[in-house]
Nanobody
Framework: QVQLVESGGGVVQAGDSLRLSCAAS????????MGWFRQAPGKEREFVAR?????YYGDSVKGRFTISRDNAKNTVYLQMNSLKPEDTAVYYC???????????????????WGQGTQVTVSS
């Protein structure tokens, strides 16, 4: 059973940067497609980014966020630059046992989820 623990959330001002980390345990990390989602109050959980052999981004974060992974540390990162108030949400890390997936933007593609970390961007 894969366990995921996010960290790095906080309160920042618009235009600031923040880096989220997600530490994985209990599985062969390098075999998983890893993703980030976010959920704002009253909204659906939204795809943010995914990394497998390639990287994919949601339209709202393209050019501002960068996903990366360190297989030696069993960790996936989300570097968030030029943050906006609309980026405020709980950010979730997720693992997909299918390394490549055409459904990479769908919550249903991911079997394992972290508990989430709050990111608040003030204007």
């Amino acid at each position: 059973q894969v366990q995921l623990v996010e960290s790095g959330g906080g309160v920042v001002q618009a235009g600031d940067s923040l880096r989220l980390s997600c530490a994985a345990s209990g599985g062969t990390f390098s075999r998983y497609g890893m993703g980030w989602f976010r959920q704002a109050p009253g909204k659906e959980r939204e795809f943010v980014a995914r990394v497998d052999g390639r990287t994919y981004y949601g339209d709202s974060v393209k050019g501002r966020f960068t996903i990366s992974r360190d297989n030696a540390k069993n960790t996936v990162y989300l570097q968030m630059n030029s943050l906006k108030p609309e980026d405020t949400a709980v950010y979730y890390c997720a693992a997909d046992s299918s390394y490549f997936s055409i459904s990479f933007g769908s919550k249903a593609a991911y079997e394992h989820w972290g508990q989430g970390t709050q990111v608040t961007v003030s204007s």
